[in-house]
Every structure is written in structure tokens, then in C-alpha cells.
């Protein structure tokens, strides 16, 4: 089946400890996205990438690294400067073409600090 | 910039009432629009879209007409169940092939048996 698949389902990381979320998609689609989100709160933009080894800073890029060395992977990197990191991750593809701009989403990663 | 502003949750109905999520958004030129559901512990799934005034999207009973006119994208449905409890996004993609979608800040929706 086709989709995208995030894991871990949750995770839990220490003070001081860079942590990674694992996106992979096989739709095909060139753009990738993480967004976060907060209780209650919508999703908020991280980091995007519209073609590999090519990315840019969303809303609240600070704190978070990532990487796209192959089409199909859009690994997000939870750096110890993020001081308040608990949220749902979020990662999203889309063929980054057209007005239409669809967007499929991952089933999200849970994360918390120990 | 581009905007969407939506009704604030939680709304709660009983079943087989009639569902209204509110939806308004700023954009220049013709915007895409959208809705989204999430159910708890879940990622987003597109509902329904439409990309041009007038248009009507509509998915499992449930109906968004493109408002130019008052820059609106109300969300409908006739008869809500149980299983609609869940959180409602709206959101917007700019004209141009450059721009990011936009969400609203969702609205969570229960539903009574």
C-alpha cells in the first residue's frame, strides 16, 4: 500500500539528548514536510523540502535539523536546543505541484522528555 | 499573508444533529481550500477540497462551498454520528505553486450517542 509511515509511534528523550524521527513515504511525491503540534492547537510548519537535497526553514525551524538525501526520507533531528520539544510530530508528503497541493499525512510520532 | 481563521472548539451534538464548522480565511487571488479530520491518535486526512469560487466539495455527508463573496468555506453535514468525533482543519494553499499550505487551528468535534 501506498503512504507514509513515521516511527517511532513514541518516544521519549533526556535532558542534554539529540533525538530522530524517521519519515519515509513511497508516493512518489517530490515535497515533504514536518509540522508540529500542541494540545489543542493546530500544526505549525518546521521544515520543508520540495526536491532532494534541498530544504528550508518553516515557522519554528530553531531547535530542529533535517536532512534529504533520498526522495523517499525525510528524517527530522530534535536537537538538545529545543528546550520545550514535547508535541506530535507530524510528517506529510505531497507531489508539490499545481494550486491542489494535496497534502498525505503520517500517522505521527509522540514525543516526550524524561 | 494568507490566513484561516475557523470556530473555536469543543463543539459537542448530540447524534443526528446538524453540523456546522465555521470557516473564514485572507488570501490574494484564488486560493485552494480545505478540510482535513484527524482522529485521536492520528495523522491528518484530506476530507474534502475545492479549488475555485462556488465550488462544492463534499465526503461521507459532508458538504464546504468555496464563498468568494465572504471569503468563506463553511463546513456541513446533515446528520452527524459518532463516529465524526474528531478534530476539523481548515486550511488553504496561495495560487502559486511556491506557496505553503496553511491550517486553521482546528476545531474539535464529539459527538453524544
Known amino acids: 500500500d501506498g503512504g507514509i509511515t513515521q516511527s517511532p509511534k513514541y518516544l521519549f528523550r533526556k535532558e542534554g539528548q539529540n533525538v530522530t524521527l524517521s519519515c519515509e513515504q513511497n508516493l512518489n511525491h517530490d515535497a515533504m514536510y514536518w509540522y508540529r503540534q500542541d494540545p489543542g492547537q493546530g500544526l505549525r510548519l518546521i521544515y520543508y523540502?520540495?526536491?532532494?537535497?534541498?530544504?528550508q526553514k518553516g515557522d519554528i525551524a530553531e531547535g530542529y535539523s533535517v536532512s534529504r538525501e533520498k526522495k523517499e526520507s525525510f528524517p527530522l533531528t530534535v536537537t538538545s536546543a529545543q528546550k520545550n520539544p514535547t508535541a506530535f510530530y507530524l510528517c506529510?508528503?505531497?507531489?508539490?505541484?499545481?494550486?491542489?497541493?494535496?497534502?498525505?499525512f503520517g500517522a505521527g510520532t509522540r514525543l516526550s522528555v524524561l | 499573508g494568507n490566513s484561516v481563521t475557523q470556530m473555536e472548539g469543543p463543539v459537542t451534538l448530540s447524534e443526528e444533529a446538524f453540523l456546522t464548522i465555521n470557516c473564514t480565511y485572507t488570501?490574494?487571488?484564488?486560493?485552494?481550500l480545505f478540510w482535513y479530520v484527524q482522529y485521536p491518535g492520528e495523522g491528518l486526512q484530506l476530507l474534502l477540497k475545492a479549488t475555485k469560487a462556488d465550488d462544492k466539495g463534499s465526503n461521507k455527508g459532508f458538504e464546504a462551498t468555496y464563498r468568494k463573496e465572504t471569503t468563506s468555506f463553511h463546513l456541513e453535514k446533515g446528520s452527524v454520528q459518532v463516529s465524526d468525533s474528531a478534530v476539523y482543519f481548515c486550511?488553504?494553499?496561495?495560487?502559486?505553486?511556491?506557496?505553503?499550505?496553511?491550517f486553521g487551528s482546528g476545531t474539535r468535534l464529539s459527538i453524544r450517542p
Open positions: 488570501a490574494t487571488g484564488y486560493p485552494s
Open positions: 506529510a508528503s505531497s507531489s508539490g505541484t499545481g494550486n491542489e497541493n494535496i497534502q498525505y
Open positions: 486550511a488553504l494553499k496561495g495560487y502559486s505553486s511556491a506557496s505553503k499550505i496553511i
Open positions: 523540502s520540495q526536491i532532494v537535497n534541498d530544504f
